[in-house]
């Protein structure tokens, strides 16, 4: 036991309350397009984004493939695990921990969409591949710290594959394409520079979060940080509790959200907000509405009420308002209770 690396326990994270429920509303529901978190260096970005691992149950997946398929899931399997089971093969299967892929900054679009051999392609009609990091990504969370220093072609590509759950690469008229459903996790820090609007846009989720200006929590960050690196499997054992919890919550609303609905009212609501903060496009819509039955789905709930759309609107609106160039990325509290305030 003492030989394994301990994760600080997602439950046990001071504050940052609305960066800990995007995160695992983007658990519960992968089709929200994942999540942006900006903010100043220090803010337990990264800390959240390896403890939420830690919740997620083990998966089964095809022990040879390196695209981790899952072997009761003929639909979503790579080319080569459905071919092998229509030859009648009987896959090897393994139970797997959910992983946190990191995507680094300096990586090469062939590092992260993988490599074609043209040359083989070419002589011997044969298509060989090399998975990269999006392969290695699917049925996992892939992570990339500092996505506003990315190439934006690599986070085209990212929030494409996030979309569509398939990875295709095309070289000299050849093509491969491969499973890649995975929860997309940005951190950044916006004193470093900021991505395009055209992108921040395809982010699903945008939270900005700040340093805790509170004393006593501040003094709580402090206690719970020294003794975790004290003895960080008694912490762990003490917050164990809390951890079971929050996955009894997950399994439960994954459960629940296939079976949650809209009212119209509410769908009306979601088009007013829209239309009245000044959005552009009807992306924000469609992830609002998914992101609000979601959060039904999580509080246990059947159907969407009021509550969970004004909590989504925190989480979806944000970067998708219009803005003057140095304005801040917020939303308008005022404006928004406003249009709450009048019903429909």
Known sequence: MNN????????????QERMKKGLILNTINPKLSGILIRGEKGTAKSTAV???????????VVSDCP?????????????KCRERIEKGESLLRTKRKMRVVDLPVSATEDRVVGTLDIEQAIKKGEKHFEPGLLAKANRAILYVDEVNLLDDHIVDVLLDSAAMGVNTVEREGVSYSHPSNFILV????PEEGELRPQLLDRFGFCVNIVGINN?????????RRAAFEENPNVFCEKWEGEQ??????????????????????????IADISIQMGVDGH????IMMKSAKTMAAFNGRMSVIEDDIRESVDLTLMHRMRRKPFEKLEIDGKKLNDILGKGL
């Open 4 to 15: 394994i690396r301990r994760i600080y326990p997602f439950s046990s994270i001071v504050a």
């Open 50 to 60: 390896r403890a939420l691992a830690e919740l997620l149950p083990d998966i089964d």
């Open 67 to 79: 695209y981790n398929c899952n072997p009761d899931s003929i639909e979503t399997m790579c080319i």
């Open 186 to 189: 940005g951190t950044m820090n």
């Open 215 to 223: 004393p006593e929590k501040r003094v709580e960050v402090i206690k």
């Open 244 to 269: 079971e919890k929050i996955r009894t919550k997950i399994k439960e609303a994954k459960e629940i959200l296939p079976k949650v609905e809209l009212s119209e009212e509410m769908l009306y609501l």
């Open 283 to 286: 992306r924000a819509d469609l």
